[in-house]
């Protein structure tokens, strides 16, 4: 195993830090605009735990800047952290203690087509997802990704993008050709594919290899799927209808040659928890602008067909009806009907907000390779459509707004696998080193809570957890995790569930290249981070931590009231869907989602 230095992880004030060369902006410990520019996604959920306190965040402007904040940890035995869009879920993208964070979100902003047909594109890692979405379709281009606008390409390429097109093109990753990386020793060097370096860099462990500055990426053009057809429709929340929906998924996991043409996805939202008198850590922190964007207790759904053998191919209406039939009455947004190009689309899979609650969350994200037949006979469409029911209070009195009692659920469901998905097929070439690339479905619950509901919101997951990880288990037997949904704070001591073996060795062949190319830890900036010695796991009275009150200003007198008023009359998640449905938009208030969600 490596030997790679544990990190300082102690949180100090420390302000003998000087950088008086920098081009960028320095901001350190201490300095007034501090807590606005250390915060990023994960900061309201793991503030607590120690791990979002850089010494000093430093603004890079360049290449110069890059090297230059590598050369000082370097010397002065410190680490650095690498922040692009920081939207890593366990804050890893931040540290603490002596260490600095390198933010690059400024920093690497040129794209450039290789060639005249637009085939190839070389570019820089600072773009948010929606942007680079955008600057692809100009030229009717288009490529997989995720699913959050705000993400940065420079995490996302390492974290590999899953996200609407997984059956049908694969993970982002699949497309990089090759990128260009800043490595410990002050190089920059274009990596391709072979190189130990980009079996690494893509699944292996992001920000522990190097800063990355760049890809060239392949993408692919609208007029080869000429035919192309998705459907975007909300409908209201029930529990029947969720279930309704995961049996079709089911079915289609169980056609184990289902056509990689098609790939559906289930997204469950309860509604946004407004209430006038709050402002939370979210709600004063946040840099992407003002969010005031509702919806109702709500189920949506993504359904796409690529056409992927191009215009002799005709479409065949059957799977997306299904679908329909069992959904019912919803707000149909992007209509199979019509033929709608493929870049557009990918427009359309993406969600317009920064955070789906201003509230800290407790994340879960499990990926299963269960076939159709063990997932019926472990009941699984009941047992998660139970779990979704059971963490919030689905429904809404109309004098008060919506009711906290329960979390706030932001659930989804995708399937990724069988024979022809591009998804699992991508992951045999082995050139990238993420991990499950045999998964069927995967399956995130998302809990977002106020300081009260702390507790209860654990207990919430603790359940959700037996779903995985022994032969009885309804979703999977074996406990497998994504980097890209992750939820440990301690990767190392975790490795077993985000790393499989394929290849043979996978981590241990990881640990080494992390070795031969930072063998003094410059890029062990935390624990989430490969390679690192497990810890005797402390006493923690099962993990649950006291939290102060970074999630609103709730009292206890507030808790109550809003317990009294889960006993009164409700509108059912039914009646304020349609009661949502029909609200205008109106200066000065509340947006509902759908007048902003377009490509
Ligand atoms: C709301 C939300 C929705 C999401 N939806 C999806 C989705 O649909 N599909 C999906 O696949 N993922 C999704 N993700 C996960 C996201 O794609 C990954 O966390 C991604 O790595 C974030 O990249 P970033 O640059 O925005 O974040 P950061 O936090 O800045 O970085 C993420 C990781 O990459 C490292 N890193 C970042 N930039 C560099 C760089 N230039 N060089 C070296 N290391 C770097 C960081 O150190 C960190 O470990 C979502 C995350 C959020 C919060």
């Not at 920000?207 to 060239?216: R, S």
């Not at 799927?225 to 975007?232: A, F, K, T, V």
């Amino acid at each position: 195993m490596a030997d790679i230095p544990i990190p300082e992880i102690v949180s100090e004030i420390n302000n003998k830090h000087q950088f008086p060369e920098f081009k960028g902006k320095v901001i350190k410990r201490g300095d007034v605009d501090y807590d606005a520019q250390s915060y990023q996604y994960a900061s309201s959920s793991h503030l607590e735990d120690g791990i979002i306190q850089p010494a000093a965040i430093i603004k890079a402007a360049d290449d110069s800047d890059v090297i230059k904040a590598i050369k000082y940890a370097s010397e002065n035995k410190i680490a650095v952290a690498v922040r692009t869009g920081g939207h890593q879920y366990s804050g890893a993208s931040s540290t603490s203690g002596k260490n600095i964070q390198l933010d690059l979100s400024q920093t690497y902003k040129d794209f450039d087509w290789d060639d005249e047909n637009c085939t190839s594109v070389t570019l820089g890692v600072s773009f948010p997802l929606g942007e680079f979405n955008a600057k692809l379709r100009e030229k009717n281009r288009f490529v997989p990704h995720g699913q959050c606008q705000y993400v940065n390409l420079g995490g996302h390429i390492q974290t590999g993008g899953y996200g609407q097109l997984a059956r049908s093109f694969g993970l982002f990753s699949d497309h990089v050709k090759k990128f260009r990386i800043i490595t410990a020793d002050g190089q920059v060097r274009w990596v391709a594919q072979g190189e130990d370096l980009f079996f690494a860099v893509l699944g292996g462990s992001p920000g522990n290899f190097g800063v990355l500055t760049h890809a060239t990426l392949n993408v692919f053009r609208d007029q080869d799927y000429p035919n192309s057809r998705g459907l975007r429709a909300a409908y209201p929340y029930d529990r029947q209808r969720l279930k309704d929906l995961l049996d079709v998924m089911v079915e289609m996991v169980e056609d184990e040659n289902f056509p990689a043409d098609y790939d559906y996805c289930i997204t469950v939202l309860s509604e946004p928890p407004f209430r006038t008198f709050e402002l939370t850590y979210d709600m004063a922190h946040r840099k992407e602008g003002q969010q005031m964007v509702a919806w109702p207790p709500m189920i949506v759904v993504f359904a796409q067909w690529a056409n992927l053998q191009g215009e002799k191919q005709t479409y065949n209406p059957d799977f997306f009806n299904k679908i329909k039939q069992v959904a019912g009455k919803g707000l149909v947004q992007v209509s199979d009907k019509e033929h709608t190009p493929m870049s557009t689309l990918t427009g359309h899979w993406i969600v317009p907000i920064s955070r789906e609650f201003e509230l800290p969350y407790i994340k879960r994200t499990y990926s299963s390779n269960s076939n159709s037949q063990r997932l019926k006979e472990h009941k699984w469409t009941d047992w998660i459509s139970d779990r979704i029911e059971d963490g919030r209070n689905w429904n809404y009195d109309k004098t008060s707004g919506p009711i906290d009692v329960g979390c706030n659920v932001a659930a989804q469901i995708q399937h990724f696998g069988g024979n022809n998905s591009r998804f699992n097929q991508n992951g045999k070439r082995n050139t990238a080193s993420f991990s499950w690339r045999d998964a069927n479905i995967l399956c995130t619950v998302d809990a977002f809570y106020h300081s009260y509901q702390y507790e209860q919101t654990i207990e919430w997951q603790k359940k959700n957890d037996e779903g995985v990880g022994k032969p009885e288990a309804a979703f999977c037997e074996h406990d497998r995790r994504v980097l890209w949904g992750s939820y440990d704070l301690d990767l190392s001591a975790s490795h077993q569930y985000y790393y499989d073996q394929n290849p043979e060795g996978k981590y241990e062949r990881l640990c080494k290249i992390k070795q031969k190319y930072d063998p003094s830890g410059v890029f062990t900036p935390n624990r989430f981070c490969i390679g690192l010695p497990v810890p005797v796991p402390a006493d923690s009275k099962d993990g649950i931590k006291k939290r102060i009150k970074l999630s609103g200003s709730e009292t206890a007198k507030e808790r109550a009231a809003a317990i009294e008023l889960a006993k009164v009359p409700q509108l059912s998640a039914e009646d304020r869907f349609w009661e949502m449905a029909s609200t205008e938009r109106e200066l000065g208030k509340t947006v509902p989602l759908w007048n902003i969600w377009r490509a």
